[in-house]
């Protein structure tokens, strides 16, 4: 997944929620946008990058979102997904 890529459309959307009045409001709104809207693999690609160090350029109002709401961004993996489990 291309970092520059991710990081262009989450600060895209960080923008336009940026002039919500509200900026708790505004936070919550830019997780559930990316939560409704970026299929899991893109949403796992942003978290890592954020982890790693790599979201150089990321707006800080899209940061404290994710950091704020990782919970609700975090993928699960599906059962299928899974790594068995080795005895």
Known sequence: MNTDNLVKMANQIGTFFSAMPDREEALTDIASHI??????????ALLAQIDDGE??????????????????????????????EQH
Do not use: C, N, Y
């Open 35 to 44: 939560k409704r809207f970026w299929e899991p693999r893109m949403r796992r």
């Open 55 to 84: 979201a150089a350029g990321l707006d800080d109002i899209v940061r404290q979102a994710v950091m704020r709401h990782r919970g609700l961004l975090a993928v699960t993996p599906r059962a299928s997904e899974q790594q068995p």
